[in-house]
């Protein structure tokens, strides 16, 4: 029988790993959000695992949305980021918190956090679960990240390569003839 995990080349965060620092990002936004009933929006599809953890740690009033933008194709961005679902609700003057699986290029954030701006929101903060500084393009950076991640494409705990691989519970990186 083929599993998922046949594909990948070595673990980078296991998934008790991961568990422990979302609790612990999920407590600090807690405290920092206390009597601001925040709304979460998380960025789909890559968001969903992370959002679903990180939210039962975040233990004040709050609520959430969700959000779906495209500018992936394979491993590489196309740099054009389309909208593919907005948010409903208005925002105005609420705290919102934009939830992302990884801050890479930037440009999805960038662009996200611009377009959200003008509806005037109270605040913006990002929360990722990975980062990548060391490809960043565009002006943004996380207000709250779980960890940092060299420069190698990831796959696992909701992040995908073609749709596949996000059910994989812990972070990976794929076996190079994955690509080929
Ligand atoms: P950015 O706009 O910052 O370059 O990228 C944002 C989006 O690109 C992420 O939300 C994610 O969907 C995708 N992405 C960037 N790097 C990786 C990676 O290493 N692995 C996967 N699976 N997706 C990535």
Redesign the pocket.
């Known amino acids: 029988m083929r599993r998922v995990e046949d594909d990948i080349a070595y673990t980078l965060l296991t998934h008790d790993e991961i568990y422990d620092k979302v609790h612990e990002v999920g407590r600090k936004i807690a405290e920092d959000y206390r009597d601001k009933n925040p709304v979460f929006v998380g ?1 789909l ?3 969903f695992m992370f959002m679903a953890d990180l939210i039962r740690c975040v233990d004040i009033p709050c609520e959430i949305e969700f959000m779906a ?1 495209s ?2 194709s394979g ?1 590489s ?1 196309t740099g054009a ?1 389309r909208i593919q679902k907005d948010l409903k609700g208005d925002i105005n003057g609420r705290h919102i918190i934009l939830v ?12 996200l956090k611009n377009y959200l701006k003008v509806r005037e929101p109270a605040s913006i903060s990002i929360v990722t679960l ?1 980062d ?1 500084p060391a ?4 002006p ?1 950076y996380s207000d709250y990240h779980c960890f940092e ?1 060299p420069d ?4 696992g705990y909701g ?3 073609n749709e596949r ?1 996000r059910n994989l519970p812990y972070i990976g990186v794929l076996k190079p003839e994955v690509y080929s």
Request: proline share 0%.
């Open positions: 960025v599809k890559g968001c933008v500018s992936y491993t961005s980021v992302e699986d990884i801050l890479d290029s930037g440009i999805t954030l960038n662009y990975l990548k490809r960043r393009q565009a943004v991640v190698a494409f990831v796959v992040l995908d390569y691989y």
